[in-house]
């Protein structure tokens, strides 16, 4: 999945953890085709399906990368 999994523990050294590998964004749109929601998405508002999942993957890429920022601090 593309959900952020992380820990925080504030006595470590690093307090901020993650409990995944790093997402393959490449793979995004097919991970949403394979959910009903996304899928019948294209079937409902055809012509706005391709902005709003591009707009998801852009999100998501966002939170990830702040996420990331944030390991660093």
Known sequence: GYVNIYRFDPRNE???????????????????????????LVKVNPDNAEALYAKSRSDAEKRFNNLLARLED
């Open 14 to 40: 690093k307090p901020l953890t993650l409990d995944y590998k790093n997402p393959d964004f490449d793979k995004f749109h097919d991970f949403l085709m394979e959910q009903a929601r996304f899928n019948n």
